[in-house]
């Protein structure tokens, strides 16, 4: 990712985990826990490359964050700007683009 962004990256965002059992043969026997192992790992792994950069990472809970992105931007309702900031970007522009910029917005509210 550091190699393609044309600019230097200071943080990224990444969608907070789901709780997993505490142990390894909870998670074994726990169906959903199954289902979720390979996402969980896959962002805690992210974040730790990240950090080794010298990143920051902020989580942000999926349910909260178009309120905090609203928050971070002091407005009412933060589609109008993500709609301009899609049609500025250009398609793709979908829910997962809608929802990693949001992520982004929000990070504004945590920094300020």
Request: proline letters at 5%; a positive charge; charged letters at 25%.
């Amino acid at each position: 990712m550091a190699a393609t962004v044309l600019m230097p990256i200071a943080s990224i965002s990444i969608r907070a985990c789901a709780r997993l059992p505490p142990t390894i043969e909870e998670r074994i026997f726990d169906t959903r826990a199954n289902a979720l192992a390979d996402s969980v790992m896959y962002r805690e792994s992210l974040a730790t490359a990240a950090k080794s950069r010298g990143w920051t990472v902020h989580w942000y809970d999926r349910e909260r964050v178009f309120d905090e992105a609203r928050k971070a931007l002091s407005a009412d309702d933060p589609d109008a700007f993500l709609r301009t900031m899609g049609q500025t970007v250009g398609p793709p522009w979908q829910a997962k683009q809608k929802l990693a910029a949001a992520a982004a917005l929000a990070t504004q509210g945590v920094c300020a």
